[in-house]
């Protein structure tokens, strides 16, 4: 554990050295006011609901661009041979790195906690729903995060890297809300298209509803794309 | 030493074994995944985070989904919220959206469609053919009959053009002179010349009624029977009557006279088509369910729920309740109460009801109680909106034609099977010009007494009559007292009060807004305010088997129930007759049988409105009438009464909680100045914050 953790506050301290973090987390917190203002005012609801609606469809381009370089980097540079012949296992360095990403996207959050003081200040906001929003939030930048992770194991080029994960990102958001509309399925596969759209998971949590079935699809999806890339590592040994 | 070839075949195997176990992991944990989620789906915890509780489905609902049988749908048809929308109705319509899906949440009998009825057009009219399906075998008669209809009109029409002709030829004619005759065969020639362009225009609306996913067949046959009927009446008869006359008249010379019994000839079989075709459109019954659902359905926005050979709409307004008037302070936006969980969940337990429920208004008087100038038509319009069937009677018969008294109509008679509710409204004093009268006080009673015994609810409208010995008051209080209530009928509860000019009045009208909550009735009018003007009191006797609860209690300073009003036009505060409160409705069951007593209802023309007609449910802002478009002043008095007939019926589960609390917190006033101020800091400031953190690293970066 000690071993992921290294490899995470490594990967952490990277994304910050870079210029490129600050710029992202600049554009991200304009981004983000803009679309609070955009709700805000005398009378409107005191919530930050519209505002993380927003931002769902912001993170599918902003989180592949964070996670487009985690392996590609390494793969381009060579460094990730000594990656591979230190003491870690495949597993141990790809979460560690999913897992460094995940503290960025935890800290590109942080323009919403000034927006909760704004709230605060000029209203008094129910924080059931920003506590399951924030939360939902997490959950599907971790989701995207890993989705990003897999595909930057997949490639030395951190462009092809980033639109793979905005393909299956797409594949999971655009797709999933046409196709169920779609007459010519059947109910249970337009339950199943229903289900497995990420924004109508992450709806509960931005009502301020806990759902563990929600849990179980972002957790499930998150490991499911590790385990993709950890198998994608692991392939480099033998191919 | 070994070969290569033998190492490249090693290192292949080695590659395929690889590559299939990769293949084999990804597939096992694809499998794991899906029977993860598929698990999670099915069995799941969900934890309502809001200050409220208000994506969380009352017991109410949930017991009601739980037992629901059949597959319901229900699909909501509401404008997506955006700025130029009212943020109160954007909220209601959020809540809506939300609501209904939690509804399929909680049963597999339910799925939800949201709809944008200004994008969504052509789902809509997918919805619209499949609700039309169920009404296709009903629909056939009429659909026959205006099919049948237009073909005549058409039939008509071209034989009208050809009739032109003839009618020039004879206004043509040397012998005819100028005259009413020829006047008159000229306005026919020139009817029948604009006829075809005329019958196009009306076909053409006749087309569009029937254009669309749900034809309008009962418009398309009114405007087909109205044709025909001018046709008829306005043309034919008159022209074939006319020229019958002329025919006669020894003045008109002979060959006009051929031609005319010519024309007569050829018009009378058209006559015979287009009257017999009028007949059966005429005869042909509209379907009234269907009419209904078009006249539901024309309204925008609603949400329609679809179940098992039924539907029902709800409209956008209903998911909602006005604020109650006078808490609102002035300047205060204030929240429009969401209701709209009552309203599904009345709408599903209405329709998996299966023998709904009859109840018959029981009235005396010329004024009907339901319907066209009904004076309860509000309540009995929300009996009929959950499906309840109801009906009217009236025992002391009617004003006929010329005002002579007509006998009673049959007393209605419930479907074996089905539960009745009389609501008996209070009865006239006798009136010695209408002698079907006093035999119809009497029919009341007893006929009331039978249905008692039989089981059936009653609810008893009572009103204040100093002389309600007579008129079927004793009978009435016959019927109440086995339940353990006395109705003071000879006596008013009063209140004194300081008037202008600080003399102290007497007044009978009283304003509620506290219930008492030991029943669904009242708990339910959760500080809704009610009115009750000139209410008796009512004295409520313990019993070992009947249980009486109190409805309604007045407790107010200075109250006295006088028993001397008539030629008193200034009671005065009697300290002998006074009491802290009063009860002046309540309810009682005694073995399974229950009964409603309720005081303020009136029908002495003492000027006072009874608690429940229209003239207080559809009291608003602006007066009488406009309480049902702008919120009533009293809306506890509507509510009361349909709860106590939901009970009744014993239908509780029909009587909701209060729409739910309304937490919407709102941000609170702020000026421009400091909207501008905020945005002015926030939409550089971030930013700004970002660089320079990112500047403070690499300066540190480079100290290091």
């Not at chain 2, 337990?349 to 018959?360: D, Q, T, W």
Request: with cysteine.
């Amino acid at each position: 554990m000690s071993k992921t953790i290294a490899i995470a506050k490594r990967e952490l301290s990277s994304l910050f050295f870079s210029p490129i973090a600050y710029v992202v987390l600049g554009l991200f917190g304009l981004s983000t006011v803009l679309i609070f203002f955009n709700n805000f005012g005398a009378g409107a609801v005191a919530e930050l609901r519209p505002t993380l609606e927003g931002l769902i469809w912001l993170m599918i381009f902003l989180v592949p661009a964070i996670s487009m370089r985690l392996l590609s980097e390494e793969l381009r540079s060579g460094t990730i041979e000594p990656l591979m012949t230190a003491p870690v296992t495949d597993i141990q360095v790809i979460v560690g790195k999913w897992l460094g990403a995940m503290g960025f996207l935890a800290s590109l959050l942080a323009p919403l906690l000034v927006l909760l003081v704004v709230l605060e200040f000029y209203a008094d906001p129910d924080y059931g729903p920003v506590f399951s929003g924030l939360v939902g939030l997490l959950l599907v930048g971790g989701l995207y995060l890993a989705i990003g992770t897999f595909a930057s194991a997949s490639t030395q080029n951190q462009i092809i890297a980033f639109l793979i994960t905005i393909f299956i990102i797409c594949l999971l958001t655009f797709l999933m809300y046409f196709l169920p509309r779609a007459e010519f399925l059947g109910p249970g596969m337009k339950d199943a298209m229903h289900y497995l759209n990420v924004n109508h998971q992450f709806e509960d949590f931005s009502k301020g509803l806990i759902d563990t079935s929600n849990f179980v699809y972002f957790i499930s999806g998150i490991i499911l794309f590790l385990f993709f890339a950890v198998k994608m590592l692991e392939s480099r040994r033998w191919r | 030493m070994a070969s290569i070839t033998g190492s490249s075949d090693t290192q292949n195997t080695r590659r395929v074994k690889f590559g299939l176990n990769v293949a084999v992991a990804i597939v096992a944990a694809i499998s794991i995944t899906v029977l993860l989620n598929w698990i999670g789906y099915r069995q799941y915890l969900r934890f309502d985070l809001t200050a409220t509780r208000k994506y969380s489905l009352s017991d109410q609902t949930r017991k009601v989904l739980q037992q629901l049988e059949g597959d319901y749908r229900i699909v909501t048809m509401l404008p997506p919220g955006d700025a130029r929308m009212d943020p109160r109705l954007a909220s209601i319509i959020q809540q809506a959206h939300d609501v209904t899906d939690e509804y399929a949440r909680r049963t597999d009998s339910i799925t939800v469609q949201h709809l944008n009825p200004g994008a969504e057009i052509s789902r809509i009219e997918t919805l619209y053919e499949s609700l039309g399906k169920q009404f296709k075998e009903n629909l056939r008669p009429l659909e026959e009959a205006v099919t049948e209809g237009r073909s005549v009109t058409n039939v008509v029409r071209d034989k009208a053009i050809q009739l032109v002709e003839p009618l020039q030829k004879l206004l043509e004619h040397n012998s005819l002179a100028e005259g009413d005759l020829k006047d008159f065969i000229l306005s026919v020639a020139r009817f029948f010349a604009r006829f075809g362009p005329e019958l196009e225009v009306q076909d053409e609306q006749i087309q569009r009624a029937l254009d669309g996913p749900l034809p309008n067949y009962g418009a398309a046959k009114s405007t087909l029977a109205d044709l025909l009927g001018g046709l008829d009446s306005g043309v034919f008869e008159k022209a074939i009557d006319y020229f019958k006359n002329a025919s006669k008249d020894p003045q008109t010379p002979d060959s006009i006279k051929e031609q005319l019994l010519e024309l007569v000839a050829r018009f009378t079989p058209l006559q015979r088509q287009i009257r017999a075709t009028k007949i059966k459109l005429d005869s042909t019954e509209s379907v009234d369910d269907y009419d209904t659902l078009l006249r539901q359905l024309s309204n925008p926005q609603k949400v329609v729920i679809v179940g098992p050979g039924q539907v029902q709409v709800v409209a956008l307004d209903e998911l909602f309740r006005q604020p109650d008037q006078a808490m609102v302070q002035p300047g205060q936006i204030p929240e429009l109460r969401f209701q709209g969980e009552e309203k599904i969940t009345g709408a599903l337990v209405s329709m998996s009801m299966e023998n709904p429920p009859l109840i018959v208004f029981v009235h005396a008087g010329p004024r009907s109680a339901i319907g066209f100038g009904g004076a309860y038509q509000q309540v009995a319009r929300r009996l009929e909106s959950i499906n309840f069937k109801v009906e009217q009677w009236n025992p002391m018969g009617r004003q006929g034609p010329m005002g002579r008294p007509m006998p009673a109509g049959p007393e209605p008679e419930p479907e074996p099977g089905q539960k009745a509710v009389w609501i008996v409204l209070p009865q006239p004093p006798p009136n010695p010009q209408n002698p079907m009268a006093a035999i119809g006080a009497q029919q009341v009673p007893e006929a009331i007494q039978r249905r008692l015994d039989n089981g059936d609810g009653v609810m008893f409208l009572l009103g204040y009559n100093p002389m309600s010995f007579m008129g079927g008051g004793e009978a009435i209080s016959k019927m109440i007292s086995p339940f353990g209530i006395t109705a003071q009928m000879d006596r008013a509860v009063l209140q004194e009060v300081r008037g202008q000019g600080r003399q102290m009045l007497a007044t009978a009208r009283f304003e509620i807004s506290q219930w008492p909550n030991q029943t669904p009735m009242t708990k339910a009018l959760g500080g809704l305010r009610g009115m009750f003007e000139l209410p008796s009191p009512l004295e409520v006797a313990k019993s070992d088997d009947s249980d009486v609860w109190p409805l309604v209690k007045i407790r107010k300073s200075r109250l006295w129930a006088e028993n001397r009003l008539q030629g008193n036009p200034r009671p005065e505060y009697d300290e002998a007759k006074a009491a802290d409160s009063f009860l002046i409705a309540a309810a009682a069951q005694k073995n399974k049988t229950r009964i409603v007593v309720t005081t303020a209802s009136h029908n002495l023309g003492t000027g006072a409105r009874a608690w429940a007609s229209d003239q207080m449910t559809n009291y608003g802002p602006f007066g009488p009438g406009t309480g049902e478009v702008l919120g009533s002043l009293w809306p506890a008095n509507a509510e009361l009464f349909v709860n106590c007939v939901l009970w009744l019926t014993g239908h509780e589960e029909l009587i909701a909680a209060s729409a739910r609390s309304q937490d919407i917190r709102r941000v609170k006033d702020i000026t421009p100045q400091a909207m501008v101020g905020l945005r002015w800091i926030l939409m550089p400031g971030l930013p700004i914050a970002a660089f320079a953190a990112g500047i403070g690293v690499w300066l540190t970066r480079r100290k290091t």
